[in-house]
């Protein structure tokens, strides 16, 4: 930092003082959003559309449409951004760049400035790097949009020409930046307006807006005609480059001949990447082709396709710059790894590799359209982006792109060590380090991941792992159908992955976080959460939506919502420890029907050892297995008695253990009739209450059930809002986590 920074300080340090109040405002509308009904809260995108029609700014609107979709995020996901994160949304919207640290969660982040600009109808890309993660966030993200009334499109590489027009005129569209450009130069070689598919260029978020907009800035973007059909000399030129002898160099010295220093036919210069004829290769060539002087004018063309045929066999290699499948040649992407279909090498160099590997030699083909990506991104009236590594480049994103760099404080202060670089002699030295590491983490149990730069290095360090005896995956181009499950895998514990840096930069081991999970059997309505009961972590959405019904009246069969969200975020915030959540759901039960005579206690001891077998067979290790216990309002309807409610509980509760459970932790009653049978439901409580206190292995996490009524968060006698089961959710994960904490291990 410059000594005028130390005394000023510098534009994100400026930027952030500015930004901050306005995150508060976004923060004090909180509690009004949480007490409004699901309609309401979607009744306030038409209500935003309007205030933008009567002459508001996006500007004068953001603290509120914050405020709506951060709500959303969590109604729909079980997700609510964080301040740093709100910040992270506002940057994005002011036309900056947010550099964020790995799993601050961008992907979040920009769903609130996705939404602001979003209302003006004008479309908004969400630019990603691959269609894998293009596709996901659609997905994923797209039920929060979806949910406040907007329509989400999606563009990769399968999407046809038909469906991209109606994804395109979507209020937000999500891409690779691939797509986008290949669009906007086929939009203008159409003759009819009415067949563009693009509607304009209003506003962009780039993620990893660093690998896109520099790393990539010059990588032509090029639609090609067809040209005349010369696969007989292709052919011809290849066969004569076979008979040829290579020499390798790392930089050829233009002060000196090339025949001094190198001892074959032709030359390849590894640093520039060329190949050069050599004086004894040039003779051969006029032999083989019969010319009495192959630098004659006449002779051009014959040494165009010379020339290609030997770059074809000594610059460029199989499974590093290209693979070949299904009798094709498909581009490997240099700057992520990732097949480049549809996309050929010009010049004549993809006929004269088709021609090298034996395969249909395509006819040549001229250039029709072009443009960079530089030139195609500062088309966009508005462009924003995320990455985690942007300062490197501050200088040239703000000439280019006149982008300024914000830096997005973490939530929490960071864990993670990032050890300086170790420089290495040789190639095998780096090599040998690298497998020694992954040996040793391997040992512990953690994952790793091993990041290279081509399919060749990936493959390279996968032999040296196979010599070790160490399973892993690799995920390149050549494993490409099989991303989806590679990345799936690639955080469980041992999990060994090499990979190029298709799936983005790196791979996300989103599926168990570093470490051993939690098992938590969930019983009672209050954890029905997942309409496959058998499924596993994570746990997404609650059985249909998230009912806040106001006028207090429940109806038969109506959904209630769940705390399952809730509870299950907040421990994770709380321990860094996963869960793996299983629903032993049972709505309006009584403890009576949790004995062996009855299969809710059956069906959830298969439950549980089927949990089991799938954590071995994945090799899984549980930490520990923990019952969340919220029943017993039915009971005080019922008129059980404390007594036999405590005696069936603990029979229900032994039998539970003898299968793996160590502990319960007990959520109290709140069900009122406002009637003299109140008191059957305080026996009830009463009775949970008094075996907890006498037992070291039940716990009481959450009491505030007992609270809804006078706080009007209840429907009626029985049920909540989902306010209030987000509410005991988190209390009884916040205990539930002092507990496991204080008595760790």
């Not at 009495?292 to 002779?299: G, I, P, R, V």
């Amino acid at each position: 930092m410059s000594f005028m920074e130390k005394l000023f300080g510098n534009f994100s340090d400026k930027e952030l003082k500015r930004i901050k109040p306005i995150a508060n405002k976004v923060l004090e509308l909180e509690p009004e959003m949480q007490k409004l009904t699901d309609e309401e809260l979607q009744a306030k995108t038409p209500y935003l559309k309007e205030k933008l029609k009567n002459g508001a700014s996006l500007d004068d609107i953001l603290p509120e449409a914050f405020a709506v979709c951060r709500e959303a995020d969590w109604r729909v996901l079980g997700l609510k951004p964080y301040p740093v994160q709100i910040i992270g949304g506002i940057v994005l919207h002011r036309s900056c760049i947010a550099e964020m640290q790995t799993g601050e969660g961008k992907t979040l982040v920009a769903t609130m400035p996705v939404y602001l600009n979003a209302l003006t109808g004008e479309g908004v890309h969400v630019v990603t790097v691959n269609d894998y993660l293009a596709k996901r966030d659609s997905e994923w993200m797209g039920k929060v949009y979806r949910f406040l009334g907007l329509t989400v499109g999606l563009v990769i590489h399968d999407v046809q020409p038909q469906d991209r027009r109606k994804a395109y005129l979507a209020d937000v569209t999500y891409g690779t930046n691939n797509e986008f450009g290949f669009d906007y130069l086929r939009d203008n070689m159409v003759v009819y307006k009415a067949s563009m598919v693009q509607r304009g260029h209003a506003y962009a978020i780039v993620d990893e807006v660093d690998s896109i907009l520099i790393d990539e800035a010059r990588t032509p973007l090029i639609i090609s005609g067809k040209g005349e059909d010369s696969s007989v000399m292709y052919k011809r030129a290849d066969d004569f480059a076979k008979t040829l002898k290579k020499s390798v160099i790392v930089e050829l010295d233009d002060k000196v001949e090339a025949d001094e220093q190198v001892d074959g036919d032709y030359v390849v210069d590894e640093k520039h990447k060329t190949c050069t004829l050599t004086e004894s290769g040039v003779k051969k060539a006029e032999a083989w082709f019969n010319v009495e002087n192959l630098a004659d004018a006449d002779n051009m063309t014959l040494r165009h396709y010379i020339d290609g045929a030997i770059k074809a066999r000594g610059v460029m290699h199989r499974d590093t710059d290209y693979i070949v499948k299904d009798g094709e040649v498909i581009i490997v992407d240099e700057f992520t790894g990732r097949l480049m279909y549809g996309r050929r090498f010009n010049d004549g160099l993809h006929q004269a590799i088709e021609a090298k590997e034996g395969v249909t030699v395509a006819a040549e083909s001229k250039t029709l359209a072009s443009i960079t990506f530089q030139n195609y991104f500062r088309m966009y009236k508005k462009l924003g982006g995320m990455t985690g590594t942007a300062s490197t480049e501050a200088d040239e994103f703000s000439e280019i792109y006149g982008l300024q760099i914000v830096s997005i404080p973490t939530n929490k202060p960071r864990a993670r060590k990032d050890l300086p670089d170790s420089v290495y002699k040789t190639i095998n030295g780096k090599y040998n380090a690298v497998i020694e590491q992954v040996a040793e983490c391997h040992a512990k149990g953690q994952p790793v991941l091993v990041g290279t730069v081509s399919v060749e290095k990936s493959e390279a360090l996968s032999k040296l792992l196979k010599k070790r005896g160490i399973e892993h995956n690799v995920l390149n181009a050549k494993q490409h159908e099989r991303e989806a499950e590679i990345v799936a895998q690639a955080g469980k514990q041992g999990a060994v992955t090499i990979a190029t840096n298709m799936a983005g930069r790196g791979i996300a081991c989103t599926q168990f976080p570093e470490g051993a999970p939690d098992l938590i059997s969930g019983a009672g309505a209050e954890f029905r959460a997942i309409s496959d009961p058998t499924r596993l972590y994570p746990i997404e959405e609650p059985f249909g939506a998230l009912e806040n019904n106001p006028t207090g009246i429940f109806e038969p069969g109506m959904k209630t919502g769940s705390l399952v969200t809730s509870f299950v975020n907040t421990y994770f915030q709380k321990t860094g420890v996963p869960i793996l959540g299983l629903s032993s759901s049972k709505g309006g039960s009584v403890i009576a029907n949790w004995q062996d005579h009855d299969d809710y206690l059956t069906d959830t001891i298969t439950r549980l050892k089927s949990a089991q077998t799938f954590c071995e067979q994945h090799n899984i290790t549980l930490r520990h297995q923990y019952l969340l216990w919220c029943q017993g309002e039915s009971d005080g309807d019922h008129h059980t008695s404390a007594d036999e409610y405590t005696k069936q509980f603990m029979q229900m509760y032994e039998k539970l253990k003898a299968v793996g459970i160590e502990h319960c932790f007990l959520i109290g009653i709140g069900a009122y009739n406002g009637t003299a049978d109140d008191i059957c439901y305080d026996e009830i409580r009463n009775a949970q209450y008094s075996f907890a206190e006498h037992r070291k292995d039940i716990t009481v996490v959450s009491r505030l059930f007992e609270t809804m009524k006078a706080r009007g968060l209840m429907k009626d006698s029985f049920h909540y809002y989902q306010a209030g089961y987000n509410e005991v959710g988190k209390d009884a994960a916040q205990n539930t986590a002092k507990y496991v904490l204080t008595t760790a291990e």
